[in-house]
């Protein structure tokens, strides 16, 4: 690996141009699901989803019915839901915003673009932004806290695919269920609900997306890590009683328990009267946290008599977290050999390309961050 160039004369661009002092750029590709932009997105981000084989495990004829089934009856009633949270997936302007922080935070040598699964912008969307950058090398950030074969070995596989097709190189980081800064930030949102409960002892309750135990059964290895993350942030209050519960079960078959809705009323039956319920699953707001845990989970516990309902919000763009995000980066660049640690430390950057830079990824996913 070659450090930094010799510097060339003075009154060339390349000695007012930080980026090239290095002999590559380096490409970040930010791989979460995806969704809905709009009502109408949402028959065929469900047709994505639900047909792909990491998710429903059956053969291709039953994903394309489950599908199909899905799109014609179900999305009608799904895009009913996503009106009370403004119409489309919050994920999009959210995301925006962190690719724009994650990028300041790792300074011009990188550059950062979104690669969703199951909307666009998809892999090769994504590779051919970061190709157009000058980067043939791109780490792989799979922003899922916690390892599941339905949702990070999926986006893996695709942005793999993507990646030969293009000739990029990848790098990959791992997950990060217990990750210190990472767990600091899932803190910091439980911290500014116990603010507003001042004078009352709350119950933690950390939810997560559930998953079939048949995928657990053939060896998915996120429940274990989900158990992971509740251990290390209950760690942080130890004077709370907390417990884990999981959301947003979907079909017929058994899934992860105990379900959100039965923790909910255990804790009403057991006299308890104040809960704050942090989604630890997800790295920032979507239709899970905005519309299920705000909407739906906070009536049923109104309708439960608990009284004090909070709920902490997603790590988002907290400073703990895109520290977490930019420090796997810096890791796989480094194992992969196109750096050394000086090297991928960022360098300052002015104020017109930090507006430039979230105004690009605003207009990248469609809608301009706040």
Not at 141 to 164: E, I, M, V
Not at 249 to 256: A, D
Not at 303 to 331: E, K, Q, Y
């Amino acid at each position: 690996m070659q450090g930094p160039t010799t510097q060339p004369a003075v009154g060339t661009q390349q000695a007012h141009d930080p980026l090239t002092a290095y002999e590559f750029r380096i490409g970040v590709a930010w791989l979460n699901l995806g969704g809905p932009a709009t009502p109408a997105a949402l028959p065929g981000f469900l047709r994505s989803m639900l047909s792909d084989p990491s998710i429903v495990n059956a053969p291709a004829p039953v994903r394309w019915g489950i599908s199909r089934w899905a799109a014609a009856f179900r999305a009608p009633r799904v895009a009913n839901h996503y009106r009370l949270i403004g119409g489309a997936s919050p994920l999009f302007s959210e995301t925006a915003r962190q690719l724009a922080v994650l990028e300041q935070e790792l300074g011009p040598r990188f550059s950062v673009a979104a690669a969703f699964r199951h909307s666009p912008p998809r892999a090769e969307q994504a590779l051919a932004q970061l190709a157009s950058s000058g980067c043939e090398r791109v780490v792989a950030f799979p922003a899922y806290p916690q390892h599941s074969r339905g949702t990070t070995d999926s986006a893996l596989r695709d942005l793999r695919a993507a990646a030969q097709a293009l000739g990029i190189e990848l790098a990959t980081c791992p997950s990060f269920p217990a990750d210190s800064l990472f767990i600091d930030a899932l803190a910091a949102g439980i911290e500014t609900c116990l603010l507003r409960a001042a004078g009352e002892r709350p119950h933690l309750l950390f939810s997560s997306h559930g998953l079939p135990l048949s995928a657990l059964r053939r060896g998915d290895p996120y429940g274990a890590q989900v158990e992971r993350t509740a251990a290390a942030l209950a760690s942080r209050f130890p004077g709370l009683p907390s417990s884990l519960a999981f959301q947003s079960r979907l079909g017929p078959m058994r899934w992860m328990r105990p379900y959100l809705t039965e923790e909910l009323a255990r804790l009403a039956d057991a006299g308890v009267s104040s809960v704050i319920v942090a989604p630890i699953a997800f790295v920032c707001e979507n239709f899970e946290t905005l519309y299920e845990l705000d909407q739906e989970i906070a009536a049923l516990a109104a309708d439960l008599g608990i009284s004090t309902f909070l709920r902490a919000p997603a790590p988002g763009t907290h400073p703990a977290f895109i520290a977490c995000a930019a420090n796997a980066v810096r890791r796989a660049a480094h194992d992969a050999g196109w750096g050394d640690a000086q090297e991928l430390q960022p360098t300052p950057r002015n104020n017109a390309q930090d507006a430039s830079h979230i105004a690009a990824h605003g207009a990248a996913l469609g809608s301009r961050p706040a």
